[in-house]
């Protein structure tokens, strides 16, 4: 205790000193540690609950987006089946309408060549009239009045009939 004497070691003081540090101490923490700590540990939670809300936000955003791509992806097949659809029938519509311009076509060409030959026939029916009254005519020049028309005729006619109808031409005879 002589060495704290003779450093001027006073207890009274020393008590008191210790009596205030601990005044000051509770004084201090009641008015500035307790807020300052709650103020932290709020401030901590804030920051947790900050990175929870971001993580939670993530985590949606995620999930939509997942949902979304699905969606896009749901959307982009169902364009293709209806595109595929769609050519589909186009392709049948496209079958169906050729095959009616073939069968048109057909049918148009069957009637054109009937015509034709309708109308061939009609014309060699005129030309061999016309080639029976000619050569009538011209037997009643040759002959004159010894040419009796109604005798002449049938036979004119049934060589005409047999020469031109068969194709075989008067050139022959």
Do not use: C
Not at 81 to 102: F, M, P, Y
Not at 133 to 161: K, V, W, Y
Not at 164 to 170: E, R, S, V
């Amino acid at each position: 205790m002589e060495i704290l004497n003779s450093l001027g070691f006073d207890a009274k003081v020393w008590a008191i000193q210790i009596v205030i540090f601990l005044a000051l101490w509770n004084l201090m923490s009641a008015l500035f540690w307790k807020p300052y700590l709650a103020h932290l540990k709020s401030r901590e939670q804030y920051v947790a609950d900050a990175y929870r809300r971001v993580e939670e936000t993530r985590r949606e955003m995620e999930h939509l987006r997942s949902e979304y791509q699905a969606h896009i992806t749901q959307i982009e097949n169902e364009a293709r089946a209806r595109i595929q659809t769609a050519i589909k029938e186009a392709q049948a519509e496209r079958e169906r309408i050729l095959s009616e311009a073939r069968t048109d076509a057909e049918t148009l060409l069957r009637e054109s060549v009937a015509t034709m030959e309708q109308e061939g026939k009609r014309a060699l029916e005129e030309l061999r009239a016309q080639m029976a009254q000619l050569a009538l005519q011209t037997a009643s020049r040759a002959l004159g009045p010894a040419a009796d028309p109604n005798l002449l005729r049938p036979t004119i006619e049934e060589h005409l009939a047999r020469n031109i109808g068969n194709g075989t031409g008067l050139a022959r005879n």
